[in-house]
């Protein structure tokens, strides 16, 4: 089980039924992960996700009537608490996974990738205190995000420490391992998380990192 003994529930989007099959047997063997719904199509994924309101969906990126990107932000743009979307893509370094990523995606994953890293993906969203492959996630910024704009406001209205757990948020570090690197308790630690997110008008730590980079707070380089 989850370290919180919860079950989390998933949704599998892609349009091949062998890559859904496939990845329903993985999550399935884990006995804190549930499949509770499938799609073929960008727009099924809005109505399977809206129906059955899952905790993490698994979005492929290119799929028929409206792609993995419109399909996330349309899930996302839901009103209230929606589920932590993670892109599943053929190749890292794809513009389109960038474009995913900026509308609300909290990680990707490749289609290649592992078993065990398919279930650690899952459960890390869940969770929403770390990052899916930082490095990959510095990269695609380092490489589509938009030329860089004046500083943003909100950058000088976090604090300095708000402003340290944010370049430590970029490396990866969990909230507990942020804690441990300031000297401070872990519910300090998520109490600037969400004085981030609340500054920087996001909903996660994933865009919290790419308005970072986006704005030059952070170089990805």
Known sequence: MTA????????????????????RVILEAEADLT????????AEAVSVVRAVRPDVVL????????????ATEQILGSPGPGPRVVV?????????????LRV???????????????VQAVRLVARSDSLLFPAALRGLAAEYA????????????????????LRLMATG???????????VGPATVKSHVASVLSKTGVRDRT???????????????
């Not at 349009?15 to 496939?22: G, I, K, Q």
């Not at 609300?104 to 398919?118: N, Q, T, V």
């Not at 865009?207 to 380089?221: L, M, T």
């Open 59 to 70: 979005m492929d990126v290119r799929m028929p009537e409206i792609d993995g990107i419109r």
């Open 88 to 100: 599943v893509t053929t190749f890292e370094n794809d513009s389109y996974v960038y474009e995913a």
């Open 207 to 221: 865009q919290a990192v790419i308005a970072a980079y986006e704005s030059g707070f952070i170089s990805p380089r």
């Open 4 to 23: 919180t003994g919860t079950e989390i529930r998933v949704v599998l989007a892609d349009d091949e039924r062998m890559v859904r099959t496939a990845l």
């Open 35 to 42: 499949v509770v719904g499938e799609a073929a199509t960008g």
């Open 146 to 165: 938009r030329s860089r704009p004046p500083a943003p406001r909100w950058a000088s209205r976090l604090t300095e420490r708000e402003a340290a757990v």
């Open 173 to 183: 570090l969990t909230n507990a391992e942020i804690a441990e690197r300031l000297g």
């Open 104 to 118: 609300g995606a909290s990680g990707f994953l490749l289609k290649r990738a592992g078993a065990e890293d398919l």
